[in-house]
């Protein structure tokens, strides 16, 4: 690992503005990625500015909406009573997300920052990555690629966006505040992330030294029915091959409305817009499910190893689908 300087700040305010006036400059949280990039060579940072000591944890109700701070922990936010009543599903995809004990340890600001896990990103001896190295190729694309990305991607960038709780999150219009040079902003989900066929060198819409200091997630209304599922090759410690989130509401035997978002086969946490236009008012049936599911993966890119995602991802939505349905009319 490269020598670097440590800072500790006291301040939010003093935290951005040392990293802002220092390009090679980076904040540090519970760093359970972090870390494992700098050993590997693939991240390089010159300061390192620890925030974990930052006011910036807890949660607080404000009405409809779910204030978390950013520095919370996954197991903390999946310990809060409102989460396992209002936002059962954002519950079941931290818990699914990763060991116990990365759970006490990992952010959920840092979760929705983490890199992608791409075999060949994390390798520095693989010249060809336009996430790493702009312009210089995609090697997991003329490779081996499964944990790949098929949605939002091209043949410069398949890589995947690997988190968990980021799903149900996008799939109920979190938003995230971020403190910078220049103030205080607020950032939909759904705008925060940057798809690969978009710019496969650039992952988020953060400036250099704008902080993650809050995310905000809307309560599910009374009556909504919600939950995650991680479809994997082992049971746990392992990352989504697909994932569905879904949140509805059954209103005297049809779909009345409903959030749903995809993980597992988008370069960001898929928002799957095209299956709740056409589930909305209709009556539960697995055909149709399957045909939302269709809907939302047209135009998939894949390669020899990743094409087997796309009947995956149709079948995890159907299946996921058929189990809040049943779950909201009992």
């Not at 081996?144 to 988190?163: F, N, W, Y």
């Not at 949140?247 to 009345?256: E, K, Y």
């Not at 709740?276 to 599911?293: I, K, N, S, V």
């Amino acid at each position: 690992m490269r020598a670097f300087v440590y800072d500790r700040p006291t301040r939010v305010e003093q935290a951005v503005a040392t990293v802002t006036a220092d390009p090679q400059a980076a904040f540090l949280a519970g760093g359970t990625t972090q870390l494992d990039l700098m050993k590997d060579g693939v991240w390089t940072p010159d300061r390192l500015v620890d925030i974990s000591r930052l006011p910036l944890r807890g949660m607080m109700t404000e009405g409809q909406l779910l204030r978390v701070g950013a520095l919370t922990t996954m197991e903390q936010l999946a310990a809060e009573p409102v989460v396992a009543r209002r936002l059962r599903f954002v519950r079941e995809a931290l818990l699914a997300g990763a060991s116990t004990q990365l759970r006490n340890m990992a952010t959920i600001g840092g979760n929705l920052l983490q890199r992608t896990r791409c075999r060949y990103f994390r390798d520095p001896t693989v010249a060809a990555c336009n996430r790493r190295c702009p312009d210089s190729g995609c090697a997991a694309v003329a490779n081996t690629a499964r944990m790949h990305a098929v949605l939002g991607v091209d043949e410069r960038c398949v890589a995947l966006h690997a988190s968990d709780v980021a799903v149900p999150l996008v799939a109920v219009g979190a938003a995230v505040t971020v403190l910078g040079a220049k103030g205080e902003r607020q950032i939909p989900l759904t705008e925060f992330w940057v798809r690969a066929d978009e710019g496969p060198s650039i992952e988020n819409v953060l400036g250099h030294g704008e902080l993650i200091t809050e995310v905000r997630i809307p309560l599910l209304p009374e009556g909504w029915t919600s939950g995650y599922l991680k479809v994997r090759d082992r049971a746990s410690y392992e990352f989504a091959l697909t994932s569905a989130a879904v949140a509805l509401r059954m209103d005297s035997g049809v779909i009345g409305d409903c959030r749903i978002a995809l993980g597992g086969v988008g370069s960001v946490p898929w928002r799957a817009w095209q299956a709740e236009d056409l589930l909305r008012g209709t009556q539960p049936e697995p055909t149709l499910f399957e045909r939302a599911g269709r809907a939302v993966m047209a135009g998939a890119y894949t390669l020899p190893g990743t094409a087997f995602k796309v009947d995956l991802a149709v079948r995890t939505l159907t299946r996921q689908l058929i189990a809040m349905t049943s779950a909201a009319t009992r």
